[in-house]
């Protein structure tokens, strides 16, 4: 079994995804709150953990939101 440990900021900015997805980066450091590069590095973090997948906004087709995957999806 792994276990993953994350960062206080990594939690929060996970807990916001799993409740509002797809949200944009720049809301999540909003809220969070801390600086967009922060929130930037902390998404890429979970992402590479697989925990978060990383898209365009499906609205605007420019920024960049982070949904959670659904089990099993690349």
């Known amino acids: 079994?792994?276990?993953t440990l994350l960062h206080p900021t990594?939690?929060?900015a996970l807990m916001?995804?799993?409740d509002e997805q797809p949200i944009r980066i720049g809301e999540i450091?909003?809220?969070?709150?801390c600086s967009q590069p922060t929130a930037?590095?902390?998404v890429a973090a979970l992402e590479e953990s697989g925990l978060v997948r990383r898209e365009p906004d499906?609205?605007?087709g420019c920024g960049t939101s982070a949904?959670?995957?659904t089990i099993?999806?690349?």
């Open 10 to 12: 990594q939690f929060l």
């Open 16 to 18: 916001l995804i799993a």
């Open 67 to 69: 949904p959670i995957p």
């Open 58 to 60: 499906p609205c605007t």
């Open 29 to 33: 450091a909003a809220r969070v709150p």
């Open 40 to 42: 930037t590095t902390t």
């Open 1 to 3: 079994r792994t276990t």
């Open 72 to 74: 099993g999806t690349p």
